[in-house]
């Protein structure tokens, strides 16, 4: 229950990036039982490819911290971890990531690879996948559904808008 309940406060971070239009990524870390950081996709607002859920909640966790090892915390994120937040987890010693859904496409938690539990590195990373799985995945799947819908709308427009300037 005590995941559910995280992972849930990672889906409203997620929520909050598909407002804005950004691949619904959310995420939440915990330390001692309390919330200390929260992060969201934002990649396309900030123009930044290092605006990635999981890193926007290290950066806050660390300066709430006053540390920038989070020793004793664990992350909740609706997407298993690119390479990148796979390895920013590593460097920060964050204990643990409860991981909603997986990404088999670019997945570092054991899909494509698995940075987090690398034996030659100094610290790996315990993992625990699945929590609300279906409400993630379904985020995601909904997220691009949309994306796609919208695309093809706007081109079958600019088919119009050119058929009506030629027809003139």
Sequence with gaps: MEH???MKEAIKQA???EKIMEVPIGCVIVYEGEII?????????????????????IKKASRKLGDWR???CTMYVTLEPCQMCAGAM??????????????SKAGCAGSVLNLL???????????TSGVLNDECSEMMSGFFQKLREKKKAEKAAKKEERNAAGGE
């Design 4 to 6: 559910e309940y995280y």
């Design 70 to 72: 989070l020793e004793g």
């Design 37 to 57: 950081a929260r992060g969201y996709n934002r990649r396309n607002t900030d123009k930044n490819t290092l605006s990635h859920a999981e890193l926007n909640a």
């Design 90 to 103: 590593v460097q920060s010693r964050i204990d643990e990531v409860v991981i909603g859904c997986m990404n």
């Design 117 to 127: 539990q690398v034996p030659t590195f100094n610290h790996q990373v315990k993992i």
């Design 15 to 17: 929520r909050k990036a």
